[in-house]
């Protein structure tokens, strides 16, 4: 039976596989977001960076797996067919969650950042399609990629750590 390399097989793997994406994405969207409102680069802009992260990473790695992750799986199992390619899929999935986590995030983001203000939605209205954009574009061409790899990478020590424990060893 063929196993898929490129995408987690359990649920230990897909906890690695979200952690992996999330990170990337929280860390280049919260530093690109908090430097493109500042206008600029300098220590306090990388403290503010390092402050915002943690909690966005904590947001991003709780309504994920529970709401947007779910909603993406039962889209692209509305979408496509099981005949359908990996890659087909996997655009459909990354599609569907960048989507839900875009609009979700550009909202949580701003809040983190200004908190409630009378510009909410405005500034929502404002910014989702371009955070949508560029998180697509980043998902799909450099955050997902690395994961799917480091995914193969994984499979591939299993697979040999278990050829070696499956293989009797001769002694001499």
């Known amino acids: 039976m063929h196993q898929e ?7 230990k793997e897909g906890l690695l596989y979200g952690a992996l ?6 860390l280049f969207m919260t530093t690109f ?3 493109y409102f500042a206008g600029e680069f300098n220590g306090e802009i990388a403290f503010s960076i ?13 309504i994920e797996p529970a709401i947007f992750g779910r909603i993406a799986e039962a889209l692209t199992a509305k979408f496509t067919k099981p005949t359908d390619s990996f890659n087909s899929k996997i655009l459909f999935r990354i599609l569907f969650t960048v989507l839900g986590m875009s609009a979700a995030m550009t909202l949580i983001g701003d809040i983190v950042g200004n ?23 980043a998902e799909s061409l450099v955050i997902q990629p690395i994961a799917r790899f480091a995914m193969v990478k994984l499979h591939e020590a299993q697979d040999k750590k278990a ?10």
């Open 33 to 35: 977001s908090i430097i």
């Open 50 to 62: 390092l402050k915002t992260l943690p909690i966005m990473w904590i947001i991003v790695m709780i």
């Open 163 to 172: 050829g070696l424990a499956a293989t009797p060893q001769v002694q001499n």
């Open 5 to 11: 390399k490129r995408l987690p097989r359990n649920g």
């Open 115 to 137: 908190g409630f203000h009378p510009e909410l939605f405005s500034s929502w209205l404002q910014y989702w399609p371009r955070n949508f954009i560029i998180v697509l574009a």
């Open 21 to 26: 994406i999330s990170t990337m994405t929280v």
